[in-house]
């Protein structure tokens, strides 16, 4: 046991528990919370096995931006504050599946790897990571680019009410900040 | 360092998420739950870039770093239909969606307000 390991496991710990939290709370803002907590426990992992860039990117993008997401997301819907209790269907087959995924998993990680040790690679900076995707992984990465595109235009589509969705048109064009009746039929 | 640590704690986060995209009635939560379960991939791939070697070097941080970007798209997606859902039905709750057609009742209106179709932006 170095003092990597003992890191790994207070940070899984840490992970695991707080993850036990999101599933398992009554409030929708704490769920959120105890996300951040988790998704940084998370970072604190990859920071231990020597991902540095990952890790930093971790902290901006999930928990800097993803769980601010979800956050505003859990307030646009008007969520109430408070424990509320019909956020959880009845769930013994929520039960069974994820405790049969989780651990069968496990036992398969276990059997493969018992109680082997492994040298910590040399750590994976940025100049290091940046190297490898502008030279062996351009292609992913530029269709990457193209996806958060679409995935983009798809968002703003989405959310504009005026812009193909046929049901409820009539209220629709009625409501504030909305257009005029004219241009603001169905695509 | 022994890798069976992380392993183990991916495994049970996924297993977390898995529980989480069932049990929960609540859409944001239920997307909640999907980023469990996105983490806890990611840290199989970092893993495994110290304990597997392969031709090219880091690899799996690399991937590591291409599933944030995914998970990111999906979240901007997933939120945004969410949130449309919600101005529909003034609830997210995901097992009272109707999965089929609504009936042809309520749009008479809409005949009359489409115009012709002229610049889909505005």
């Known amino acids: ?187 | 360092m022994r890798p069976v640590i992380p392993y183990v704690t991916a495994a049970l986060l996924f297993g977390l998420g898995v529980y989480g995209v069932l049990r929960r009635r609540n859409a944001v939560l239920v997307l909640m739950a999907v980023e469990l379960m996105l983490n806890a991939v990611n840290l199989i791939l970092v893993t495994a870039d110290t304990t597997v070697r392969s031709v090219l070097p880091h690899s799996g941080q690399v991937f590591a770093l291409f599933v944030i970007v995914l998970a990111a798209a999906e979240i901007g997606v997933g939120l945004a239909i969410v949130l449309q859902l919600y101005r529909l039905r003034a609830s997210v709750a995901v097992d009272e969606v109707p999965l089929t057609e609504p009936a042809e009742s309520p749009r008479p209106a809409v005949a009359a307000s489409a115009g012709p179709d002229r610049e889909a932006g505005r």
């Open chain 1, 1 to 187: 046991m170095t003092g990597a390991d003992l890191l790994l496991i207070a940070l899984g710990a840490v992970a695991v528990g707080s993850g036990v939290l999101v599933v398992t709370t009554k409030h929708l803002v704490r769920a959120g919370l105890y996300l951040v907590v988790c998704l940084g426990a998370l970072a604190g992992d990859y920071l231990v096995l020597g991902a540095e860039l990952v890790a930093w990117v971790q902290v901006l993008i999930y928990v800097g931006a993803v769980v601010v997401l979800l956050l505003f997301a859990v307030m646009l819907t008007r969520a109430p504050i408070g424990a509320s209790d019909d956020l959880d269907r009845p769930g013994w087959p929520a039960a069974l599946i994820g405790g049969g995924a989780g651990l069968g998993l496990t036992v398969l990680l276990v059997d493969a790897y018992r109680w082997s040790t492994v040298a910590l690679a040399e750590a994976g900076t940025a100049e290091r990571l940046g190297e490898q995707i502008f030279r062996s992984w351009v292609l992913p990465f530029e269709v990457l680019s193209v996806l958060l595109l679409s995935a983009l235009v798809g968002a703003v589509v989405l959310s504009r009410p005026d812009i193909g969705r046929p049901a409820p048109a009539a209220d629709r064009t009625a409501a504030p900040g909305g257009v005029d009746v004219e241009t603001g039929g169905r695509r």
